[in-house]
């Protein structure tokens, strides 16, 4: 079987992609002249803009131009770049024949026949707004965020709902020894070699936060290569910037090694004064037993338990 298929006559060609072009309608595709003059319209230009083909053609391309950018001169300025450069890529705020503002990308290109003659200027816009929309929500929500989480002391991180990294507090950096740009923007599962890649939090994030909005104290235990091993207390609430609906995970880190070293060795003194005390009872019963009465074979089964008595009392309870 041919792989390759015949080619339709250029006319015939034009003739469909003129017909493709009349009926689209998610995309504003029109032609203009050098000066920025439109000489054509597709239902995608009432779709996205609001002008019907009689308010449209003729019309200058600035008028879907913001009045700050037609003061710059932007309408002029993409043609320019389009003759110069043969394209020039688009994307900012227009205006709507309402008034009301959407956010657009597309391009601005220049047609040209064989001998070069310019035969016309296309572009093609096609309405992003609600993308753009929720770029700016989770921009402002992360700007939220942030201006949290500075203020705090203690580490803390926030998570997209990636489970990437989308911003941590000095406290953070200082205590794990990491730096923004070896974290911000990877999965807390892959930063640092992966030395967060650990059961636990993968329990703790993909499993309890998300059936919950919060948790608390949630035990965390690991040696770090850059800082050792820590014994860590970890809390988590998830964020709702109301009125974006922009979800964060702010993760707080609170370091407890160090008090758990002190309760085991509070623990251990503990073990140590039990111990004194039992053997001073012993040596106590051991005199009052050798004094008496009693067969040696009894005393020293006495001394014996005595001794057994002490040692048990001697055991340190198990590091934790």
């Known amino acids: 079987m041919s792989l390759t298929c015949?080619?339709?006559?250029?006319?015939?060609?034009?003739?469909?992609?003129?017909?493709?072009?009349?009926?689209?309608?998610d995309a504003a595709v029109f032609l203009m002249d050098r000066d920025g003059c439109i000489l054509s319209w597709n239902p995608g230009v009432e779709?996205?803009?609001?002008?019907?083909?009689?308010?449209?053609?003729?019309q200058h391309l600035g008028i879907i131009f913001t009045p700050e950018d037609r003061a710059l001169g932007e309408p002029e300025a993409e043609i320019e770049t389009a003759l110069r450069n043969g394209r020039s890529p688009d994307g900012r705020w227009h205006l709507r024949k309402d008034g009301s503002g959407l956010f657009a990308e597309g391009s601005v290109v220049a047609l040209y026949d064989e001998a070069g003659q310019l035969l016309a200027v296309s572009k093609v816009l096609r309405d992003v707004t609600r993308r753009k929309e929720r770029e700016l929500a989770l921009k402002d929500a992360l700007a939220y965020a942030e201006s949290v989480v500075d203020t705090m002391r203690e580490p803390l991180l926030v998570l997209d709902g990636d489970f990437r990294v989308r911003t941590a507090n000095p406290s953070f950096y200082q205590t794990f020894g990491l730096s923004k740009e070896v974290i911000e923007h990877q999965r807390l599962y892959e930063i640092a070699d992966r030395e967060w890649d650990l059961p636990e939090l993968h329990t703790l994030l993909e499993e309890i936060l998300q059936a919950q909005d919060s948790f608390e104290n949630f035990e965390l235990e690991h040696l770090f290569?850059?800082?050792?091993?820590?014994?860590?207390?970890?809390?988590?609430?998830?964020?709702?910037?109301?009125?974006?609906?922009?979800?964060?995970?702010l993760l707080a880190f609170e370091d407890i090694t160090e008090r758990r070293r002190s309760e085991r060795e509070l623990k251990e003194n503990e073990c140590r004064q039990a111990a004194l005390l039992a053997i001073g009872d012993c040596c106590a019963?051991?005199?009052?037993?050798?004094?008496s009465s009693r067969p040696r074979s009894r005393s020293l089964s006495i001394r014996s338990?005595?001794?057994?008595?002490?040692?048990?009392?001697?055991?340190?309870?198990?590091?934790?």
């Open 47 to 58: 779709h996205i803009l609001g002008y019907t083909e009689e308010q449209w053609v003729g």
């Open 225 to 249: 290569p850059r800082v050792g091993r820590k014994i860590l207390l970890l809390n988590g609430r998830k964020l709702v910037r109301e009125g974006t609906k922009t979800e964060f995970l």
């Open 285 to 291: 019963i051991w005199v009052t037993c050798s004094r």
């Open 6 to 25: 015949p080619q339709l006559p250029l006319p015939h060609q034009t003739r469909l992609f003129g017909s493709l072009i009349s009926k689209l309608t």
């Open 305 to 320: 338990e005595l001794i057994g008595r002490a040692m048990a009392a001697s055991r340190f309870p198990e590091s934790t």
